[in-house]
């Protein structure tokens, strides 16, 4: 790797930063190498994943609440080039919020979910795992609304194939 003396020319986004907090070092990294992504899964892994975590998601509203439990089950692009993400949220406003999200946690934890709550935010949240699945439950109290994202591991389709998943 070779590097440059500070007085380089840098792009303008790191330029503009240099000159207005010119005690900074600015260190630019070359563009990582793209990862090992695996065997791609076949039409039917992603599908069975895609009724899991709508299956998934929808029980433990039911549980948790009174509400009808209605995902919005999705794919989208993975991190790594080649791979997708199922992703499910399910959204409620409601006057005891708190209370939900505890009820949402109780229910998680109860079916085998390990759960921690990190601090801080003016936010009430809980993230939670299982298996290849993640649960980000999140309240704020101002809007009274609560999120509940669900998203699977990423899985490896191929470049093209991960194209045509999220467009659908």
Known sequence: MKLQPPTAPLPPFFAAVRRRDPDVDIVLLPPEEPGEVGEPVTDAEVGAVIARIGAVAARAWADATDLPAEPETRVGYGPERGTVVVKTRMMARAADGEQLVEALFSVLADDGWRVARPGGGGVSRFLGR???????????????????????????????????????
Do not use: K, Q, Y
């Open 130 to 168: 299982r298996d290849d699945l993640t649960v980000r439950v999140s309240h704020s109290e101002v809007s009274g609304g609560v999120v509940v994202d669900l998203s699977s591991d990423p899985m490896p389709v191929g470049v093209d194939r991960a194209r045509e998943l999220v467009r659908r």
